[in-house]
């Protein structure tokens, strides 16, 4: 479908990590070695606003540095922080692992969890149940797309795919033949450039400290994205290894990990104008769009995602408050589906206000009058916008389809997990490298485990309405061809009402309610699952054929953009700089540094917001009722001013929140800020209403994240809880 790419025109620009800054000051998501090259006029700026450290004191490029000691988490991020292995993240961070450890009796999400001693700490799983150290980050640029990969010489968008997918697999099993390593390659700019990132992977986590919900989710949905903000959105959890110092899975005979470095903390906090550092993994940004790509997010995925979800919202919390053991088991699901419906309507809001597309367009404009005029430049590159355009105009076509199926496959069921099992078996035909990524023998513990988790987290009657209604709303977007596996399942039209009451049925008569059942269909064959009847089997092999197809397709659109975003990006980049602007990386799910300022904003006409909250606040917004309901022992603590030395002067009481302009975005949750010394201030966890846009680009008026000031955690730890053992081991010079 797309012509063949001449491979030497691929990559003229191979200037990755040497960026020079761009105009605003702060803006930017930092890869470690990207440090070195930001110019000694950006290192003397940031050392005469109090930054203490060197690129190198950072990262050294051999895995050493402050920046090792900066965690990956599943979606999130944390912070080392003890010689014995202590390290910090958001109450969100934990959250599905602060679930999957309570029951209706022991219900630490309520009422929070205190270890007072190591024996105490109790398994983390779910997202939080491993972590990832980087040891090494190198260019595999070449490998994956160079003048002699298989990329260049693939003849179609799909053996293009396949072509970057197996060499990423290949260097990834490479590097896990060292023990213990968990490997990724990742894509820089949009394809243009790869990155190995070789981690060590540790998979003994077990919580030691988090506060209760009416702390760490103190204002929910509500507060959630907004400033003023007053959450203590904090937890603490320790890795562990084996006796001999090794990463190991959960035993009782592990022993604390004794990490290379972490980080100090800081017990005196930050004022406003510190400068911080924000050092973790953001996930997601897209500041490259062609004007296409940002209206049909506007108008098409962010509008559909927010309604969807608020109707799954719905769906659980009506079947959560049936019973507290179905309410613990929807609260992950229900918290995620709002923070992502809750970010939705913000991406909506903030695309119009910031006029996004109009601005996409505006550069679109003028890129195609700089390519007209430009000749030297390659035509590929003056080629890329309607071809860009041309591979998503096509891709649209079946996007309402996918999106419910897709959401179909994730939601937390005995149908998703028939598929995930099918899935795999069907991709054990195939040799291991030739596997799709997450159904290799590497994902196989993996999934074992969703197996186990899903036995403490589904909730059937809740499970089969959400199912019910994602497959009648699935049916309805399908337009000219519904799924045909559904139709013959639950009737050709059928409403949610009708479905739900066949998948009542269905779970009356399955076996996937036995978790040894579901674990052994992680193993089973395609010829197993096929004989299998099981009615949420027998769905899942019927369905199979149509989800592939799905997957298919979509290999094929992501071939294509294997080929042009990186010539459109590149030509972007050449208009830029011609007018003084520079690009630098989206974020991509690796370690990024983001330099800020601690600072108020102005998010509209005649309202200046100060950059710091504190328990004051609390009490102020303290309602009694959930989402502002503190809990009696923080409350009494709080009104009678307990405040031990946690208390900061200028505020009079002990800070909770405090904002600074960084560049951040999902993902960076759990991010510790630090202060110019490199040691933790607070941990990021959100942004505020303004920047939900953010991801599509930073404004130094509008682009401001929240981080929870540490000295909130210390004050509960210390005069709440009365953790002291633990705060000794986070300041033992204290
Ligand atoms: N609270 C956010 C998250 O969902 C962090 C952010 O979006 O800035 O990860």
């Not at 510190?274 to 490259?288: E, F, L, N, S």
């Not at 074992?448 to 497959?471: F, G, M, N, W, Y």
């Not at 990021?684 to 680009?697: H, Q």
């Amino acid at each position: 479908m797309t012509p063949r790419p001449r491979p030497h025109l691929i990559l003229p620009l191979l200037f990755v990590f040497a960026f020079p800054s761009p105009a605003s000051a702060d803006e930017g998501q930092w890869p470690p070695e990207a440090l070195a090259t930001l110019g000694e006029a950006r290192w003397g700026e940031l050392s005469s606003r109090g930054l203490e450290l060197t690129a190198r004191d950072l990262w050294d490029g051999e895995g050493g540095g402050l920046l090792s000691a900066v965690v990956g988490l599943s979606g999130c991020t944390g912070a080392l922080v003890s010689e014995e292995g202590l390290f910090l993240t958001n109450h969100h961070c934990a959250f599905s692992a602060i679930q999957l450890a309570s029951t209706p009796e022991k219900n630490y999400l309520r009422d929070g969890f205190v270890a007072r001693t190591r024996a105490e700490e109790v398994e983390a799983r779910g997202g939080a149940g491993q972590v990832r150290v980087l040891s090494r980050l190198l260019d595999v640029t070449d490998r994956v797309r160079g003048p002699k990969s298989a990329f260049a010489k693939a003849k179609t968008d799909t053996a293009r795919y396949d072509a970057v997918e197996r060499a990423k697999k290949e260097i990834v099993a490479e590097c896990e033949k060292t023990p213990d390593r968990r490997c990724a390659v990742a894509a820089f700019e949009d394809g243009r450039t790869f990155r190995l990132m070789e981690q060590v992977e540790f998979r003994d986590v077990r919580l030691v400290y988090a506060p209760p919900r009416g702390v760490g989710d103190f204002g929910g949905e509500e507060d959630n994205f907004r400033w003023p903000r007053h959450a203590g959105d904090f937890s603490i959890l320790r890795v562990y290894v084996s006796p001999d110092g090794k990463p190991a899975p959960h035993s009782r005979e592990n022993v604390p990990y004794r990490p290379k470095r972490w980080l100090k903390v800081a017990p005196k906090g930050v004022a406003e104008g510190d400068v911080v550092m924000i050092a973790g993994y953001p996930g997601r940004t897209q500041r490259y769009l062609t004007p296409s790509a940002v209206r049909n997010l506007e108008k098409w995925f962010y509008p559909l995602r927010s309604r969807t979800f608020s109707e799954l919202i719905a769906i659980l919390e009506a079947e959560g408050k049936k019973d507290p053991d179905t309410a613990l088991r929807v609260a992950s699901a229900v918290r995620s589906y709002g923070n992502g419906e809750t970010n939705a309507r913000g991406q909506i809001e903030g695309l119009a206000r910031n006029g996004v597309a109009a601005r996409a367009e505006v550069e679109a404009k003028e890129l195609a009058e700089f390519l007209a005029a430009r000749k030297d430049l390659p035509v590929e590159w003056a080629a890329a916008p309607a071809e860009l355009e041309r591979v998503l105009a096509a891709d649209r076509a079946v996007q309402d389809r996918r999106f419910f199926l897709e959401e179909i496959e994730r939601l937390g069921s005995y149908l998703g997990s028939a598929l995930s099992s099918v899935r795999r078996a069907e991709e054990r035909r195939k040799p291991d490298l030739e596997r799709e990524a997450g159904y290799q023998d590497r994902d196989l513990d993996r999934a074992r485990q969703r197996e186990k988790d899903l036995t403490r987290s589904i909730a059937p009657s809740a499970a089969r309405e959400a199912l019910a209604h994602l497959v009648a709303k699935a049916q309805a977007a399908a337009g000219g061809s519904p799924v045909l596996a559904f139709d013959e399942a639950f009737g050709k039209g059928a409403a949610a009402d009708a479905i739900a009451a066949k998948l009542a049925a269905m779970d009356a008569a399955t076996a996937l309610a036995d978790e040894k059942v579901r674990l052994a269909n992680v193993d089973a064959t395609a010829a197993a699952l096929a004989a299998s009847d099981d009615p949420y089997v027998k769905l899942a092999v019927a369905l199979h054929p149509d989800l592939a197809a799905l997957r298919a397709a979509r290999k094929e659109t992501d071939g294509a953009l294997l080929v042009w975003r990186p010539r459109y990006l590149s030509a972007l980049e050449a208009l830029r700089r011609s007018k003084g602007r520079a690009i630098y990386p989206d974020a991509n799910s690796t370690l990024r540094v983001s330099f800020a300022t601690v600072k108020g904003y102005s998010p509209r006409e005649a309202v200046t917001f100060t950059p710091r909250t504190s328990l004051k606040g609390v009490l102020e917004k303290e309602r009694g009722a959930e989402p502002f309901e503190t809990p009696k022992k923080v409350l009494d603590a709080a009104r009678a001013a307990d405040f031990g030395p946690w208390a900061d002067p200028l505020l009079g009481s002990v800070p909770v929140g405090f904002l600074t302009d960084g560049d951040t975005t999902g993902g960076n949750s759990g991010s510790p800020a630090m202060n110019g010394r490199g040691e933790v201030v607070g941990l990021n966890f959100d942004r505020v209403w303004e920047n939900v846009a953010g991801d599509f680009g930073w404004s130094p008026e509008r682009s401001r994240n929240v981080n929870v000031d540490l000295r909130y955690a210390l004050w509960m730890m210390d005069r709440v809880d009365g953790a002291g053992a633990l705060l000794k081991e986070l300041l033992p010079e204290r």
